[in-house]
């Protein structure tokens, strides 16, 4: 069964700092999503990241994909309040077929002014 | 071009009464999805059709939860009878297969409340 993992689970950062939120994976895949939530909003796609070594950026935010580790990371650049949200990957397993999007348990991302 | 649609967006019931959410998804997408997130949690999978064909539902209850999906457009999701533990956020995304960068787009959510 795929397994996805972040970490942190919570991260308080001030604003103009940067840090990275790690997404580990358990099986093969290629195709990786990270998505926002604000709270009780709903899940606003990020980054589509479709094969090793994609990197995608958005304003203050970098995805990367590190499909031999199983690794993507979310890189925030001097960081601002705006950004604060819970953050999810999910992943698509490397079965023919299996189109079952599996997330990650999120991070809990505050930005104290 | 409108997203994806569910209703209700709030739903609260008394335990064993049964509640029913309803999900029109994007336009031509062939894929809809219906995830259970509760709080602070990450959304987790009930069931996955293509077209009108339920492809997984391995993870839906199927003891208190049924699913539908009418001529592979619209779909509804009921609970009957409501237990507690299912007070949760009840999401609906949809995606077109076939196309490899495809992505899946999500409504709002019900939010269901079993008092």
């Known amino acids: 069964e795929l397994k996805v993992e972040q970490n942190p689970l919570f991260l308080s950062m001030q604003e103009g700092k940067n840090y990275t939120i790690y997404c580990n994976y358990s099986?093969?895949?290629?195709?990786l999503y990270w998505y926002r939530q604000d709270p009780g909003k709903s899940l606003e796609s990020l980054f589509v990241?479709?094969?090793?070594?994609a990197v995608k950026q958005e304003g203050r935010l970098m995805a990367s994909l590190d499909t031999k580790a199983r690794l993507s990371t979310l890189h925030i650049t001097a960081a601002v309040h705006d950004l604060s949200a819970t953050y999810f990957c999910a992943v698509v397993p490397r079965n023919f077929g299996n189109e079952k999007l599996t997330f990650g348990t999120g991070t809990r991302l505050t930005i104290i002014p | 071009e409108a997203g994806v649609v569910q209703s209700p967006r709030y739903k609260i019931i008394e335990k064993k009464q049964p509640v029913a959410f309803w999900c029109n998804p994007i336009s031509g997408h062939n894929t809809l999805y219906w995830y259970r997130q509760n709080l602070g949690q990450g959304p987790e999978l009930l069931i996955r059709?293509?077209?009108?064909?339920?492809?997984?539902d391995s993870q839906l209850p199927k003891d208190r939860f049924s699913a539908e999906r009418l001529k592979g457009v619209d779909s509804t999701l009921k609970i009957q009878p409501a237990e507690l533990g299912d007070s949760a956020v009840y999401l609906c995304?949809?995606?077109?297969?076939?196309?490899?960068?495809?992505?899946?787009?999500f409504g709002q959510g019900t939010r269901l409340t079993v008092v």
């Open positions: 059709y293509e077209n009108e064909e339920a492809v997984d």
């Open positions: 099986t093969t895949s290629d195709r």
């Open positions: 990241l479709l094969s090793n070594g």
């Open positions: 995304a949809s995606s077109l297969i076939g196309v490899w960068d495809t992505e899946a787009f």
